[in-house]
């Protein structure tokens, strides 16, 4: 199947600082790459849809200026977490879809633990 | 968007099979229904995906009923490595998922 690559697997990074997260497709071209979040126990949350060369649609309550993300090709994605406080502390995850086909699936990477002390 | 319900937690022990049912009563025409896998601190796996009847790989078989407002997954005789969150998910159109709670099931020896 499709490999999703995430870098860093963990970060630790003091409050106020900003930590960038990149998400690869490695072997197919991610047409649209998404973005989650995962708190302990608790269920994948959607935060962003990003499309190559477009800006990102973010989630109902998301806040644009603090997750930005960048879709620069068809294989790489970014989202910067900045100014990053404890609550931003969670599990992120990104997914790749190869094409705009109704069957097609989305690949998900093995995720990025960020805790902010 | 298409809504998902499942139980959210099942036990089992090794060897049986295992059947979870989803619920995607707004499921749309040109909607397709994807389960993952996802284990503690890493990203959901995919398991299969089908449309209309039954679709079988080397991990499980999906069975869709006619009117396709539910799915199965059947995981044939589980061992304990199964045990996980499995999310059942249905693109809503718009290419995103929405994930509801997911069935935790675990597997016992």
């Known amino acids: 199947g499709a490999v999703v690559s995430q870098h860093p697997s963990w970060v630790i990074c003091k409050s106020g600082t900003s930590v960038k997260i990149e998400c690869r497709s490695l072997?197919?071209?991610?047409?649209?790459m998404f973005w989650y979040r995962q708190f302990p126990k608790q269920s994948l949350m959607l935060m962003a849809t990003?499309?190559?060369?477009?800006?990102?649609?973010?989630e109902q309550g998301v806040e644009k200026d603090k997750f930005l993300i960048n879709h620069a090709s068809l294989t790489l994605s970014t989202l910067t977490v900045t100014s990053a406080h404890p609550e931003d502390s969670s599990f992120y995850i990104c997914?790749?879809?190869?094409?705009?086909?109704?069957?097609?699936?989305?690949?998900f990477g093995p995720g990025t633990r960020l805790l902010v002390l | 968007l298409a809504k998902t319900t499942q139980p959210i937690s099942m036990d089992s022990y090794e060897g049986q099979e295992v059947n979870i049912t989803c619920s995607h009563n707004?499921?749309?025409?040109?909607?397709?229904i994807t389960w993952y896998q996802q284990f503690p601190s890493q990203g959901p796996r995919f398991i299969i995906q089908?449309?209309?009847t039954k679709v079988t790989n080397e991990v499980a078989s999906l069975f869709i009923p006619a009117d396709r407002k539910s799915s199965t997954l059947s995981l044939p005789r589980v061992s304990l490595s199964d045990t996980a969150v499995y999310y059942c998910?249905?693109?809503?159109?718009?290419?995103?998922?929405?994930f509801g709670t997911g069935t935790r099931l675990k597997v016992l020896a």
């Open positions: 997914s790749a879809r190869g094409s705009g086909r109704p069957q097609e699936t989305q690949y």
């Open positions: 072997d197919f071209q991610a047409t649209t």
């Open positions: 990003s499309n190559e060369g477009s800006k990102a649609t973010y």
């Open positions: 707004n499921i749309a025409t040109n909607d397709y």
């Open positions: 089908g449309y209309k």
């Open positions: 998910l249905v693109d809503s159109g718009t290419y995103k998922y929405i």
